[in-house]
């Protein structure tokens, strides 16, 4: 079993979509969970992080932990044609392969 | 841009020979890791660095080999290289130590092994 699991989609969603990107792990123990950006297989890029449960929303993303089931979840409000990428979820050092989102204008 | 970088940015190389990847931290970062993506694998962390010294190590095969040096920069160097090394191979820095919760890559090495 990968210690995060993660859907790779394709997601296509028309431009002012709620996007909703999910992301199971295996190990109780990490607390420390994050989504990174990736454009066209450059370097991902941070976008949020949280620590244990709880959640943490910065402009028109928002990032969930659920300790409790292991579940990982990032939402983009109001989203744009420029969130058209690779979505990468992590716990510690341990990354999900990666959803490919397209915002359609 | 992230403030890590990474040289070469593309290597082409072939089977069974030895190359070296080279990363400079952020200004101030610590901790350097190095992970291997490839398009089955996805992002595989690989070994991480701090101030020098081993902190943890991933799915690094035997073949690799890392270190960090007193300026901080890092060297991943890769041998024997097979077919399926073929890869992206990004560093990244973090300025926390254990944990890494608040990484920042580098734009990668693409590595193709022939």
């Known amino acids: 079993q990968k210690e995060v699991e993660q859907d790779p989609g394709p997601l296509s969603v028309p431009e002012g979509a709620i996007v909703s990107l999910n992301c199971t792990y295996s190990?109780?123990?990490?607390?420390?969970f994050m989504w990174y950006r990736q454009y066209s297989r450059k370097g991902p890029e941070l976008l949020m992080y949280?620590?244990?449960?709880g959640n943490k929303e910065d402009g028109r993303f928002t990032a969930q932990v659920d300790k409790s089931s292991k579940y990982i979840s990032l939402f983009i409000r109001d989203s744009q044609p420029s969130d058209s990428a690779t979505y990468l979820c992590a716990a510690e050092f341990y990354f999900g392969t990666g959803t490919s989102l397209t915002v359609i204008p | 841009d992230s403030g890590v970088t990474q040289t070469p940015k593309h290597l082409i190389t072939a089977t069974g020979q030895r190359v070296t990847l080279r990363c400079s931290p952020r200004?101030?970062?610590?901790?350097v890791y190095w992970y291997q993506q490839s398009l089955d694998q996805g992002l595989q962390f690989l070994i991480q660095?701090?101030?020098?010294?081993?902190?943890a190590k991933g799915n690094i095969l035997e073949r690799f080999s890392a270190q960090q040096f007193p300026d901080l920069h890092s060297e991943l160097n890769l041998s024997s290289l097979e077919l399926g090394d073929s890869a992206l191979y990004f560093c990244?820095?973090?300025?926390?130590?254990?944990?890494?919760?608040?990484?920042?890559f580098g734009p990668g090495t693409r590595l193709t092994v022939t």
């Open positions: 190990n109780s123990a990490f607390q420390y």
């Open positions: 949280t620590y244990s449960s």
């Open positions: 200004s101030g970062d610590l901790s």
């Open positions: 990244a820095s973090s300025p926390m130590g254990a944990g890494g919760h608040e990484q920042y």
């Open positions: 660095y701090y101030n020098g010294e081993e902190r």
